[in-house]
């Protein structure tokens, strides 16, 4: 069964340094997403990305991230300068577009990377 | 106001009973769309269910369920005959309206409910 991949799992990094979480998305999906869950609490969405584009994205998406898709398979999420603030689980999730005027369009959750700001 | 409410932050079950996860939630928006995500200890979130808001019946898919009463604005999931695998937090989630594509549109999370299976 098709799903989408994240890696790495867990990623330790020291305040100030640049991350970049990847994401490898279902294979025929066009949208893009990335959430991110701090410990405990619920899940907050950051950006979606459609047609090479940010379609949407939070106040949390300032300008310290950005989302990229390199080539036809990866999508990546890029946090210049860490906080320890940062610190959560990051989600990418992806879903279909449909043509249809009313459409389920289920995102599907990656297995999420564990980021910690020491 | 909140978007998504889940006022159980627990729940306990018996192995092999039924249990009910409220999930209410507050748009103006006539077309929007409600899911159900579980998230066992491992962390990923698994999709389990969806509803639209025209739709005439409830979902279901195997054990899962949704009791979705419109004008009280409520999305309930009932998972039947509870497995110890059940045992996760749940999260109640909701999508306003949505483009002629079908896509696009952010998810909002409620708090989630933890459940747990017992024998």
């Known amino acids: 069964e098709p799903e989408v991949t994240q890696t790495p799992s867990h990623q330790v990094t020291q305040m100030g340094q640049e991350v970049i979480l990847r994401c490898v998305p279902i294979?025929?999906?066009?949208?893009f997403y990335w959430y991110r869950q701090i410990l405990g609490q619920k899940v907050e969405f950051l950006v979606s990305f459609y047609n090479n584009e940010i379609s949407e994205k939070s106040e949390i998406f300032d300008d310290q991230f950005s989302v990229e898709r390199p080539d036809g398979s990866n999508f990546t999420l890029k946090i210049r300068s860490t906080k320890l603030e940062d610190s959560a689980m990051y989600f990418c999730?992806?879903?279909?577009?449909?043509?249809?005027?009313?459409?389920?369009?289920?995102?599907?959750f990656g297995a999420g990377t564990r980021l910690s700001v020491l | 106001a909140q978007k998504i409410t889940q006022t159980q932050p627990g729940m306990f079950v018996q192995e092999k009973e039924a249990v009910t996860l409220d999930c209410t939630y507050d748009t103006s928006d006539p077309s929007y769309g409600l899911f159900w995500y579980k998230q066992p200890s491992s962390g990923e979130m698994i999709f389990l269910i969806y509803q639209g808001s025209y739709d005439q019946q409830n979902a279901t898919e195997g054990r899962y369920s949704l009791n979705f009463q419109k004008a009280r604005k409520s999305a309930n999931l009932v998972i039947s005959a509870s497995q110890l695998g059940d045992s996760a937090m749940y999260f109640c989630a909701m999508r306003e309206g949505w483009e002629l594509t079908g896509g696009g549109n952010k998810l909002t999370f409620g708090t989630g409910t933890q459940l747990k299976v017992e024998l």
């Open positions: 294979s025929n999906h066009l949208y």
């Open positions: 999730a992806s879903s279909e577009s449909k043509t249809l005027a009313v459409a389920k369009n289920i995102q599907y």
